[in-house]
């Protein structure tokens, strides 16, 4: 089915299992191998190469945040200008979004690079506890040329309505880093770096697989000659910049939160840490997965004038969120020693214990997260940036520092309490931001309009 009937005729409940679906069973794949990378690490290589994992890791997404906001940034006008049949400005925004993320790869790797010894030693780590994080950093920053655009090319595959290929893509990927992983850390016995090698090594094979069609001239979206202006760059880091705060601001509380845990219980606080952020990076996924893959049809629908369309589609993914994140409250909160044994071979040491109490107070984050985590996406999809860029900014940064603050008497305690807080007040807000922009919600579509004139 191509991209203009798929967007534009399937009913929304079927096109919200034709196009979520799939795209959540892609983002599981590689919650999946994300997984795996640290009970890889952790069984194989022990607890400091884990905790070290855990150190370097913010600095890992940063790698990837500035090609993310032009990969994101630029599927929501490419989506919009097809839905106007505007075919030779969406290609011309396809490719220069290309170039773009190349070129962010390049300087964001040289200058992750240079600075990783610096980075970890302001975050108080020390001896092997900070060589071990700078090795898994430098080998993403090596590869980042090549290994950036593939997320990308993920939102362009759906664009074009090639939804199973991007899943595909994605199980592909997580399965071949996987076995790569465990061929270089159980057979070959190499370090932290070939855990990152073998993830470089995937990526990069499996962004060739998809450009592919694109440069053959297979696909709806080809390349041309490019054609930079202002307000195209402007309008991709609009649209882009919701995720890409998201990204930074969460990065820099996940380094905030890294420096208070070396403090306040060392690499046992770090590993403990590490796992809630295991759990989050398994089930944020599955959430991404399934409002990213309807943004494209929203966006169509939006570029069409198709205004309930754009309702139809959203209510589904916003029922769909719900029903994921109370899901996985419950089975984190009455499996916590399961979820912790994934990830060290003492099984009656101290990081049990505090992982244990920390997963089920980390639990009842997902009472709520769904609600803010479905808003954002559908604020991108609409255009809207700005409501878009205040929720991501607040629930990523702005609300888990205050709380620091307001639980610190709580100790370690009061950091596994933040993320459920955060959820709450993160829920509020989006609340209000649904009700400011109700008006321009329920319009009715151009159609409806003219046939009233």
């Excluded at 069973?25 to 690490?41: E, H, K």
């Excluded at 690079?113 to 920053?141: C, S, W």
């Excluded at 139809?312 to 994140?325: G, P, R, T």
């Excluded at 509020?428 to 922009?437: G, Q, Y």
């Amino acid at each position: 089915m191509n991209s203009q009937t798929l967007f534009s005729k399937t009913p929304p409940l079927k096109l919200f299992f034709m196009a979520s679906l799939p795209g959540a069973v892609g983002m599981l794949a590689s919650a999946l191998y994300q997984l795996m990378d640290g009970i890889f690490v952790g069984q194989f290589l022990g607890e400091t190469a884990f905790a070290a994992l855990n150190l370097a890791m913010p600095f890992v997404i940063i790698n990837f945040s500035l090609a993310d906001l032009i990969g994101m940034g630029s599927s929501v006008p490419i989506s919009i200008s097809l839905g106007k049949k505007h075919d030779e400005e969406a290609n011309n925004i396809f490719t220069c979004a290309c170039l773009m993320i190349f070129g962010a790869g390049v300087l964001v790797g040289v200058i992750l690079f240079a600075a990783a010894p610096g980075l970890i030693g302001l975050m108080g780590a020390e001896g092997e506890f900070a060589a071990l994080a700078v090795q898994y950093l430098r080998v993403y920053a090596i590869c980042s040329p090549v290994t950036t655009i593939v997320f990308a090319t993920d939102n362009y595959l759906r664009i074009c309505g090639k939804i199973n290929g991007s899943m595909f893509l994605n199980i592909f990927m997580s399965v071949l880093s996987a076995g790569l992983e465990f061929l270089f850390l159980y057979v070959f016995r190499w370090g932290i770096w070939a855990a990152a090698l073998a993830t470089c090594m995937g990526m990069c094979l499996s962004a060739c697989i998809a450009l592919s069609p694109f440069l053959l001239g297979k696909m709806q979206l080809r390349f041309c000659r490019p054609r930079f202006s202002l307000r195209m760059v402007r309008q991709v880091v609009s649209c882009g910049t919701p995720n890409f705060l998201n990204n930074i601001a969460g990065r820099i509380t996940s380094i905030l939160m890294n420096v208070l845990l070396v403090r306040l219980g060392g690499e046992t606080a770090v590993s403990v840490y590490g796992i809630l952020m295991y759990a989050e990076g398994f089930i944020q996924p599955l959430l991404y997965g399934m409002c990213d893959s309807l943004q494209p049809a929203v966006g169509y629908n939006l570029g069409a004038g198709k205004y309930s369309r754009v309702r139809a589609i959203e209510k589904c993914c916003y029922i769909a969120s719900a029903v994921v994140s109370l899901l996985a409250m419950v089975i984190i909160f009455l499996l916590p020693a399961q979820i912790a044994g994934l990830f060290t071979t003492d099984r009656n040491g101290e990081l049990m214990d505090i992982a244990g109490a920390a997963l089920r107070i980390f639990s009842l984050t997902y009472l709520t997260r769904w609600f803010s985590f479905a808003t954002q996406s559908y604020m991108l999809a609409i255009e809207k940036p700005v409501p878009a860029s205040l929720i991501s900014i607040s629930t990523a940064l702005i609300f888990p520092v205050v709380l620091v603050v307001v639980l610190w008497p709580l100790g370690l305690t009061g950091l596994w309490m933040n993320f459920g807080a955060t959820a709450l007040l993160a829920g509020i807000l989006s609340a209000a931001v649904l009700l400011r922009e109700h008006k321009n919600m329920m319009r009715p579509d151009a159609a409806e309009t003219i046939q009233r004139r």
